[in-house]
């Protein structure tokens, strides 16, 4: 007999089995229907013995102090912070696009004169989402906001999401701002770093107690039948929970081609994005975030697809006003049946959540739910 059966081996199912095991002693089954623990943060070493992300490139950033003590408890940082170029016009810019990448790709005279007006109207250090600045911009910065997004957000955009920017929530591009600094990196954050032994290794740490037992390969439904269990916390798509009885959810998948080469280090940085070449999104250089020593290297490269759910994964909720409510219909389900299932993740919350954001949701369902029951 289980207190609790956790749908769900990622970030949310692990922190909430930690936290249930740990925390109230009580007894937990965690299942996930795929061959690893670990969700969409799953990493593995390949044939090549390179340590690579079988989903793409994960890395940890937070301001959280609290959710970075708590997963500090079950693994050590590398201390490392993402830089990303983008392919524009034949040449590598930072992105963000920052004061560095209008150096990048005006003159020196001609960025010298963006960068005076942009700091008269902003104040260095702004990050401004590209969607605002081109409905604040006047004159040469006016042409400079359609430079960028036409070339740094609008390939992209339409690539990953067959959307442009205006037709997703603006919080979508919001997440890459223009950002006023010489700071190159992809993330501010207080906190940043990949678990210094891979999130595989960092999962089982969590997962370790004597009160966790894991089943994988194992779909929940499979098994509510044979396994006793108090209540079920579910962090898989929240429309499938409900057989899609107010239709299905739109997700965007992607498929990963991951490419071994025989030469140390290929890119210059661990992330390059092709807004406006090539069929995908981004690749992936996995040594520069494990700073492992090797002499090959895996490259992954990324291409957005549509979802379907009988050939491959829902890994992003698509941020659009109609599928806020769908899934608002989908949450008032959930309520009802809320003393028996708990619904927390990225996809069983329908949120484009990241790493953080996740373990901070699942903490406090945790504690402000699980733990007063
Ligand atoms: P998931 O990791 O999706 O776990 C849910 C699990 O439930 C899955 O393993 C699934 O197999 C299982 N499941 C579903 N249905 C069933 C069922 N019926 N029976 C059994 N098991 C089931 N975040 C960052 O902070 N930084 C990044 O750099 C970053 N990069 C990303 C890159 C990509 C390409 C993607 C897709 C996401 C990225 N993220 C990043 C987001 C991050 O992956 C998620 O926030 C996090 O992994 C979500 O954790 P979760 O536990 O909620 O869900
Ligand atoms: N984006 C873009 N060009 C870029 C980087 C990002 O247009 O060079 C847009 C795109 O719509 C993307 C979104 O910003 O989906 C969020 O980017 P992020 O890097 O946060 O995506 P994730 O890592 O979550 O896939």
């Known amino acids: 007999m289980y207190d609790y059966l956790i749908v769900g081996a990622g970030f949310s199912g692990c922190t909430l089995a930690e936290r249930i095991a740990t925390v109230l002693q009580k007894k937990v089954l965690i299942v996930d229907k795929r061959n690893h623990i670990g969700g969409n943060a799953y990493d593995y070493y390949n044939n090549e013995?390179?340590?690579?992300?079988?989903?793409?490139?994960?890395?940890?950033?937070?301001?959280?102090?609290?959710?970075?003590?708590?997963?500090?408890?079950?693994?050590?940082?590398?201390?490392?912070?993402?830089?990303?170029?983008?392919?524009?016009?034949?040449?590598?810019?930072?992105?963000?696009?920052?004061?560095?990448?209008?150096?990048?790709?005006?003159?020196?005279?001609?960025?010298?004169?963006?960068?005076?007006?942009?700091?008269?109207?902003?104040?260095?250090?702004?990050?401004?989402?590209?969607?605002?600045?081109?409905?604040?911009?006047?004159?040469?910065?006016?042409?400079?906001?359609?430079?960028?997004?036409?070339?740094?957000?609008?390939?992209?955009?339409?690539?990953?999401?067959?959307?442009?920017?205006?037709?997703?929530?603006?919080?979508?591009?919001?997440?890459?701002?223009?950002?006023?600094?010489?700071?190159?990196?992809?993330?501010?954050?207080?906190?940043?770093?990949?678990?210094?032994?891979?999130?595989?290794?960092?999962?089982?740490?969590?997962?370790?107690?004597?009160?966790?037992?894991?089943?994988?390969?194992?779909?929940?439904?499979?098994?509510?039948?044979?396994?006793?269990?108090?209540?079920?916390?579910?962090?898989?798509?929240?429309?499938?929970?409900?057989?899609?009885?107010?239709?299905?959810?739109?997700?965007?998948?992607?498929?990963?081609?991951?490419?071994?080469?025989?030469?140390e280090l290929e890119q210059s940085v661990a992330q390059i994005n092709y807004p406006n070449n090539h069929l995908y999104t981004r690749t992936t250089e996995f040594k520069h975030l494990s700073k492992q020593s090797h002499a090959k290297t895996t490259i992954a490269y990324e291409y957005p697809q549509r979802y379907d759910k009988l050939v491959n994964e829902p890994y992003y909720p698509i941020p659009q006003h109609e599928n806020t409510e769908l899934a608002r219909k989908y949450k008032k389900e959930a309520e009802k049946i809320q003393s028996t299932v708990l619904f927390c993740g990225r996809l069983a919350d329908y949120q484009y959540y990241n790493m953080d954001q996740v373990t901070a949701r699942a903490l406090s369902v945790f504690e402000h739910t699980i733990a007063q029951s």
Request: proline share 5%.
């Open 49 to 263: 013995h390179i340590l690579v992300h079988k989903y793409g490139p994960h890395i940890f950033h937070t301001n959280s102090h609290k959710v970075w003590g708590y997963l500090s408890r079950f693994t050590e940082w590398n201390n490392y912070f993402h830089h990303v170029l983008g392919y524009v016009e034949g040449k590598l810019i930072p992105v963000p696009f920052n004061l560095n990448s209008l150096y990048a790709v005006f003159t020196e005279s001609y960025a010298k004169k963006l960068e005076e007006q942009l700091l008269q109207q902003f104040g260095y250090g702004d990050k401004i989402p590209i969607l605002k600045l081109q409905q604040s911009a006047h004159g040469d910065l006016q042409f400079l906001a359609k430079y960028i997004y036409d070339n740094v957000f609008h390939g992209y955009t339409t690539k990953m999401w067959e959307l442009t920017p205006e037709n997703l929530d603006p919080s979508v591009t919001a997440r890459v701002p223009v950002f006023l600094s010489r700071d190159d990196r992809y993330f501010q954050d207080i906190y940043q770093g990949i678990p210094k032994f891979g999130y595989t290794k960092m999962f089982e740490s969590m997962l370790q107690s004597p009160l966790i037992s894991v089943a994988l390969q194992t779909d929940y439904k499979d098994i509510t039948d044979i396994v006793s269990f108090n209540k079920i916390i579910y962090t898989g798509p929240i429309d499938a929970y409900f057989d899609y009885m107010h239709g299905e959810l739109p997700y965007r998948s992607l498929r990963f081609d991951f490419r071994t080469i025989d030469t």
